[in-house]
């Protein structure tokens, strides 16, 4: 395709298809992670960082998400076990086994009211204090894409074309619409795509009004790595060839997209001035909210998989919460987690 970002000549390179099998295996997929690990251990080397490291552990399972008291939640024993962890010492404060009929876990997300873990053909919420069961709500025949989306007290769930709204506290679905041109709701405004990649239309839900419409490329919606509102209206969304760019969500416009290929979620660092993503070599980097300047916070060596694993999928991970950044190797299952120093970050710029 030869449309691009305008002004940054960023190029789809990729079909629809192909695109989102690439973003399968980079992303933190829970499906992706392998079971047993390779027999090999991550090391970081820190340049100028001002990370401190916290705590490293190999032997905990695959963590996908956390609330904002500090406690992350991920899976174990090929997705049959879900467990909690301290942010702060990376120690199991609990684990369930999963109801035999709510496995094979697409995506979880995670408040201070419940742990929402999602199926193709269901939801399902345990209560963050220790597991124990609470509700579910069944979403369909299964056979489509699923991401779930946390905004207050509801649980959005993009369920291939269909739009649920869901209570977190009690399950109940509160709204379900047919939407298949809807890429992303935030904040109450909707993105539609016009056609089938080429332009949008913002419009803000409480009064209808027609906010934008912009000629320039849709993003896509991908299953495990849900977009995030850094700020009041910068959307971080991937690009086509699993790059990232930042999207602004009161005009339409993409205000910078990166060249290079990331290989985990965005997330937003302890410090609040950037966004923290996994780069394809395995560096820990920081990209600048305003022009999306990188500098690299952490190199994690190897910074290449071993010949016989280049071929393998793996899901790639990080956790920003209570001023710590976790970061999570789906092919080693290194969890590594860093505290922000007060003092400015003297990380190196890239060249």
Not at 2 to 26: C, E, G, N
Not at 59 to 70: K, P, Q, T
Not at 102 to 124: D, M, N, P, W
């Amino acid at each position: 395709m030869k449309d691009s970002f305008p002004p940054h000549k960023r190029t789809f390179r990729r079909s629809i298809v192909v695109f989102i099998s690439a973003a399968l295996a980079s992303i933190s997929c829970v499906n992706s992670t392998p079971a047993p690990y390779p027999s090999f251990s991550r090391t970081f080397e820190a340049i100028g960082s001002s990370l401190s490291p916290t705590w490293h552990r190999q032997d905990i399972g695959a963590i996908f998400a956390a609330d904002e008291a500090g406690t992350l939640y991920g899976l174990q024993d090929f997705g049959e076990t879900l467990a909690a962890y301290s942010v702060w010492t990376g120690d199991q404060l609990w684990s369930i086994s999963v109801p035999h009929d709510y496995r094979g876990i697409r995506s979880i997300v995670a408040s201070e009211q419940a742990v929402v873990t999602a199926t193709t053909v269901s939801l399902a919420a345990y209560k963050p204090a220790d597991g124990s069961w609470l509700w579910a709500t069944p979403l369909g025949t299964g056979h489509v894409s699923i991401v779930l989306q946390l905004e207050g007290d509801t649980v959005r769930v993009y369920y291939g074309d269909d739009l649920i709204e869901v209570a977190i506290e009690s399950g109940k679905i509160l709204n379900r619409y047919t939407r298949p041109d809807l890429i992303w709701l935030v904040d109450n405004i909707q993105i539609d795509r016009v056609s089938a990649a080429k332009g949008m239309i913002g419009t803000d839900l409480r009064t209808g009004r027609e906010l934008w419409t912009t000629q320039e490329l849709a993003f896509y919606r991908n299953e495990g790595q849900p977009a995030p509102l850094v700020d009041k209206s910068l959307l971080i969304v991937p690009a086509g060839d699993a790059s990232v760019c930042a999207f602004d969500i009161q005009n339409g416009l993409y205000r910078w997209c990166r060249p290079e290929a990331y290989v985990s979620n965005v997330v937003l660092s302890p410090s609040g001035q950037s966004i923290s993503a996994i780069r394809g070599d395995f560096a820990l980097v920081g990209l600048s909210l305003e022009g999306g300047d990188p500098v690299i916070d952490v190199s994690f060596l190897p910074a290449e998989l071993p010949p016989s694993m280049q071929h393998s999928l793996y899901g790639y991970t990080i956790i920003s919460v209570q001023g710590q950044l976790v970061v999570q190797f789906g092919d080693s299952g290194d969890v590594f987690a860093f505290t922000r120093a007060e003092v400015p970050s003297q990380a190196t710029p890239l060249k």
